[in-house]
């Protein structure tokens, strides 16, 4: 296998956890196989971020420090992504499973002329080729895809683990030209929620529906997750309606869970609410 490149994602000026794990993952394919392992940061912080990329498993980190990358427009991401498959021979490109990632990985392949795969769980060496795994129809079937020539691939969160940061890792940092101004389109307003929640990092999750029935209702989940010491998560329904901010949605839409203990409240179930759970290691539902 030739040469990883992995879009390491900047969130504020930080490495995003998914492109952490995207990095890990290469770092493992490239054990394996001998290929280098670059990145590519783009962005206002694309430079400061490097250190931390190698850190992190890179070899080498291509950064176009340029404010006028973000918020992010797929046309100049694209172009960047491009190029640096081009100057570097890569065979494999790694994004994350973002909405940033997933928006850039069709565009990126339809411009290589690649095969995209997208939303993986895992992925390894296989003959010298990777190949992908994907569990699907409501995450109860295991699909596994390879193919010929240059991939891009998305890799969801949970693919590895967070790569222990080695400050003693030593690699090359390489400027590359933005082609920020060639974008045709431009951001007129961009709303961020803040977030006062990690619920990726919880143990103990309660989790709400519109089943709860109204916002008064919802203070009692509030004073149950206070005496549990849980998180406070809740369906879209919940967030919708205005019972809690954004940053508390789980599902596929939101945050993707892996609690000891998840317990659902007032919760349908649908499938959508389930993809941010099926991972926790004990589900509790109260109807």
Not at 26 to 38: D, E, M, N, Q
Not at 73 to 89: W, Y
């Amino acid at each position: 296998m030739s040469d990883i490149l992995v879009y390491a994602q900047l969130d504020d000026g930080r490495l995003h956890d998914v492109a952490l794990q995207c990095l890990a993952a290469a770092r493992t394919l490239a054990g394996a196989s001998g290929a280098k392992v670059r990145a590519l940061t783009a962005g206002p912080g694309a430079a400061a971020a490097a250190s931390a990329a190698i850190a992190a498993g890179a070899d080498e980190v291509l950064t176009a420090d340029d404010p006028a990358l973000s918020p992010v427009l797929a046309a100049p991401h694209v172009a960047l992504l491009k190029g640096a498959v081009q100057s570097t021979g890569a065979t494999l490109v790694l994004l994350p499973s973002t909405t940033t990632g997933n928006d850039l990985a069709p565009l990126l392949a339809a411009a290589l002329d690649a095969a995209c795969i997208l939303d993986a769980d895992a992925v390894s060496l296989k003959d010298g080729r990777p190949v992908f795994q994907r569990l699907e129809f409501d995450r109860k079937a295991l699909s596994s895809y390879a193919a010929k020539g240059t991939v891009v691939a998305t890799l969801r969160d949970g693919v590895a683990p967070n790569p222990a940061s080695d400050a003693s890792r030593t690699g090359t940092v390489t400027p590359v030209a933005s082609p920020a101004a060639a974008a045709r389109s431009k951001v007129v307003r961009r709303d961020v929620t803040g977030h006062t929640v990690n619920l990726r990092a919880a143990k103990i999750i309660v989790g709400a529906g519109a089943g709860v029935g109204s916002a008064a209702n919802f203070e009692k989940i509030r004073e149950l997750a206070a005496a549990l010491g849980a998180e406070l998560g809740a369906t879209r329904a919940v967030v919708d309606a205005g019972w809690l901010p954004a940053g508390h949605q789980i599902g596929q839409t939101g945050v993707i869970v892996r609690p000891d203990v998840y317990i659902a409240v007032g919760i349908s179930g649908a499938v959508q609410h389930w993809v941010g759970i099926s991972e926790a290691k004990r589900i509790v539902a109260v109807n």
